[in-house]
């Protein structure tokens, strides 16, 4: 290995290329700021992850990527839930019920996706470097990190940013290195997931919506891309997996086979890729920032993709990453203060979203999904939540809680024998 002796200065540096590195590393060099984006890979590269949400679709548009998104996309207006239980059919459209902003949103091949990103950061002025590996980083409170990459050529690289943005994923490079990565044993998922050819697609109102297929231990995706392509996954609790035989590939149609609703639409399928999976699903570090670092994207946690909301919470905490950054090196003190409130603005949003994905399982809850009411605005602010709204909006407050007031109050009335749920 080559080692250089050069150390290159810069202002961030940013690990990983994906949606929250690529959204942070593009708004710093935006503001003039010598920025840095290293990516491990070469783009394009497969990740799940796929279907977007409308809260998206401001960020494309303030990136002045919205066209870009839309010609590698399929449009998607809606999500529905399909129970393999009953078999009855219920959607969720954006439409009119969202606040202001988006009513609809894309599916996206990640890969595509991600390229576009890396790309747009690197032509606004980041300097970008792919097939380059950070493999150490040493924090030195109130003055420049030491951080190393290694080049896919075996040469390495040294550079001293005034702050480092962990955008690693779900490798959690500084949390797992600074042991402040927590598993979330209240979620403990894993996922079987590939792309398919010929499976039936969802025509009319509901023609590139996302179809969420609920099992009786876990739950499917199907989000159709271009070209005839459907990304299809399996997330299943600890049971469900617990005594799987074979490869993923064997797990993965097994479950499809044991799905009335969804075997009915794959009646036709052809295998489009290798199958693949992944484990240890929900996690969260202890703390978004530190003195010269901050943890931005599923560096920071990630919740079960149930909600399709990786990709909005990922570019969203990139952004805020990237104006705290901003801040901080202008004025450390006031870089602190915003960090703190960036870092409690995605903890409520995802809290928000694990409130519902925490009881997916629950026969209560996907009674409540599988009938929706509007009392007290109840369905709006499921739908809200759908397309990705983070913040506690003041229109939000009364239906979400009515719609929580409920699941308690059926849950109870179920552990006393009641007839709650017909």
Not at 297 to 305: E, Q
Request: glycine share 10%; net charge positive.
């Amino acid at each position: 290995m080559t080692r250089s002796d050069t150390v290159e200065h810069c202002d961030v540096l940013v690990i990983g290329g994906g949606p929250a590195g690529s959204t942070a590393a593009a708004v710093l060099a935006e503001r003039g700021r010598h920025v840095v984006l290293v990516e491990k890979e070469a783009h394009p590269r497969f990740h799940i992850g796929e279907s977007l949400l409308p809260r998206n679709l401001a960020l494309f548009e303030r990136m002045g990527l919205l066209d870009s998104v839309r010609a590698i996309g399929v449009y998607k207006p809606a999500a529905e839930f399909v129970s393999d239980e009953t078999g009855h059919t219920v959607s969720f459209g954006f439409a009119g019920a969202t606040g202001p902003g988006f009513n609809y949103s894309y599916q996206v091949r990640r890969a595509d996706l991600d390229a576009l990103l890396f790309a747009h950061a690197g032509g606004i002025g980041a300097r970008t470097l792919e097939r380059t590996q950070v493999t150490s980083v040493a924090l030195n409170a109130g003055r420049r990190a030491e951080v190393i990459a290694r080049r896919n050529d075996g040469t390495t690289i040294r550079f001293a940013p005034q702050i480092v943005l962990d955008a690693s994923g779900r490798d959690t490079f500084l949390a797992s290195r600074l042991r402040t990565k927590i598993a979330d044993k209240r979620n403990n998922t894993a996922a079987v997931f590939a792309h398919f050819r010929d499976v039936e697609c969802r025509t009319g109102d509901l023609a590139g919506c996302t179809t969420v297929h609920l099992a009786p231990d876990g739950w499917f995706w199907t989000i159709p891309l271009q070209h005839d392509i459907m990304s299809v996954g399996f997330v299943g609790t600890q049971s469900a997996f617990k005594t799987r035989r074979g490869s993923p590939h064997d797990l993965l149609f097994e479950r499809i086979r044991g799905s009335p609703t969804l075997s009915a639409r794959m009646r036709n399928a052809a295998l489009a890729s290798e199958v693949m999976a992944a484990g240890n699903y929900s996690y969260r570090a202890r703390a978004a920032w530190g003195d010269g670092y901050l943890l931005i994207g599923d560096a920071f946690g990630f919740i079960d993709p149930v909600f399709s909301s990786g990709v909005m919470l990922a570019m969203t905490s990139g952004e805020m990453g990237a104006d705290t950054a901003d801040i901080w090196l202008n004025d450390p003190a006031a870089g602190r203060r915003r960090a703190q409130r960036s870092e409690r603005r995605i903890r409520c949003a995802m809290d928000r979203m694990s409130w519902l994905i925490y009881r997916i399982n629950s026969p209560v809850l996907r009674h409540m999904f599988m009938a929706p009411r509007n009392t007290f605005r109840m369905r709006d602010g499921i739908i809200a939540v759908l397309a990705g709204s983070m913040d506690d909006e003041p229109w939000l407050r009364l239906p979400l809680f009515a719609f929580k007031t409920m699941y308690y109050l059926l849950s109870a009335m179920q552990r006393l024998g009641l007839p709650a749920i017909r």
